[in-house]
């Protein structure tokens, strides 16, 4: 009978057994004597000294406090680099709950804290990797003059690695960080400078998550504004934005891609490769059949850059292009998406670029600049509607990076968070 009274006492208070013990264990627990034990050589000691930090720094603002001021973090930094596997699972783990407070983040970057966090990408083990960039992401999003300690000592180069080699989860939180990291003029130059940042972006956008390839298109977007040119070398560009509706139906992010496939667009080469890939049309009927008016004219003005060339307007033709500048005409309620369709479905009608030949350049201009470029067609009308760099990303520079800086932050901050950097997530999987 009392004990059937103790059971239903239980139920009703919502107690668990794990409750009880984990309080009996905090309040047992003298951190002086665990950090002791996990400057000790023995790997025993050490990993049950890292498991309770782990556990401890879990419990409260205080107990992080505490764990600093008793010399915690220059012990976690040296078990994070421990040879053995557990222990750098728990390591990275306390690690990262106690950079959840802004003044342990100050604390840790100055202690060169950060680039063990970037040894730790390289990681085997994805419950690591997971677990440094939390901390990662838990920096970046708080502090701005921590930013440069993040991408010091190839640690863009690092972030990108992870970004091949994590989980879904993971690669969320690595789109979030550069999206973060985009945010800085400094930083953002440096990333349009390299090539690895933006490989690892293009990856992440072939992610079937719709957050993380929000992210990594919204970084990339503001790379391109940047330097073009970066995104433009990308290899699989063309493919990986066209491949973007067989991983998602989410409007906003075909809008995302559509911006960037104008800069394609608007690179003759580039504009060559796009036009010689299949799913070309299938893409921009997708896109203009969301019915979305600003992805509509983005679609419009794709279409239309290819008529800027005779080549390519006969590929554009071929490839019935018009259709989809017919279906644009015929649904939209848009003023200026109508009247870029119609201009277009002109040009393909009057199938002028059919007619002209271009006209070899004079001989007086060779070995001159001009003689590269490719010359117009003589009466070649071409396309009227020009977006300048503005008006194609739908508002100012300043404007963008605010925008998309509302969100980056909560997205960091939201979804599976309560599981990312605590002692549940080396449960999880």
């Known amino acids: 009978m009392v004990s059937m009274t103790n059971w239903i006492l239980f139920r009703n208070f919502k107690f668990q057994i794990g409750d009880i013990l984990e309080e009996l264990m905090v309040i047992s627990r003298d951190v002086e004597k665990v950090i002791q034990a996990a400057k000790s ?47 750098q699972e728990y390591a990275t783990e306390a690690v990262a709950e106690l950079l959840t407070i802004p003044a342990i983040q100050d604390q840790f970057v100055e202690m060169g804290g950060v680039s063990t966090l970037s040894t730790l990408l390289h990681s085997t083990n994805k419950r690591i990797i997971q677990e440094a960039v ?65 490989k690892a972006l293009l990856h992440l956008c072939s992610n079937k998550d719709n957050e993380t390839m929000r992210l990594a298109l919204q970084t990339l977007e503001l790379v391109a504004i940047e330097s073009s040119d970066v995104i433009l070398n990308q290899e699989n560009l063309v493919f990986d934005l066209l491949n973007i509706p067989t991983n998602t139906l989410d409007a906003s992010i075909y809008l995302l891609a559509g911006k960037i496939l104008l800069y394609v667009a608007e690179d003759t080469v580039s504009c060559g490769k796009m036009l010689n890939t299949d799913s070309l049309k299938d893409t921009l009927m997708q896109f203009a059949k969301t019915d979305d008016p600003i992805l509509q004219k983005v679609v419009a003005k794709v279409i239309l850059c290819t008529l800027d060339d005779r080549d390519l307007a006969i590929k554009a033709q071929d490839m019935k292009l018009q259709d989809v500048l017919v279906y644009i005409r015929n649904n939209s309620n848009d003023r200026d998406a109508w009247n870029m369709a119609d201009q277009g479905i002109t040009l393909f009608n009057n199938n002028d670029f059919r007619k002209y030949q271009p006209m070899p350049p004079p001989s007086d201009s060779f070995g001159s600049t001009l003689s590269l470029r ?56």
């Open 374 to 429: 490719k010359p117009r067609p003589s009466g070649y009308p071409g396309s009227t509607f020009s977006l300048n760099k503005d008006a194609k990303m739908m508002g100012s520079q300043s404007t963008m990076l605010e925008k998309v800086r509302m969100g980056s932050r909560l997205s960091l901050r939201s979804g599976n968070q309560s599981n990312v950097g605590s002692r549940a997530s080396l449960q999880s999987n």
């Open 41 to 87: 050589g023995r790997i025993k000691e050490q990993r049950n000294a890292a498991f309770e930090l782990a556990t401890l720094a879990t419990t409260g603002d205080d107990s992080k406090f505490r764990i600093v001021a008793e010399g915690g973090l220059d012990v976690l930094i040296l078990l994070c680099l421990s040879t053995d596997e557990s222990i």
């Open 134 to 198: 939390t901390a990662i992401s838990y920096i970046v999003s708080d502090s701005e003059d921590n930013k440069h300690s993040v991408v010091a000592d190839r640690g863009l180069e690092d972030l990108s690695h992870a970004a091949f080699n994590s989980s879904i989860l993971t690669q969320r939180y690595i789109a979030g960080i550069y999206l973060e990291l985009v945010f800085n003029a400094d930083i953002r130059s440096q990333i349009a400078s390299l090539n690895s940042p933006t």
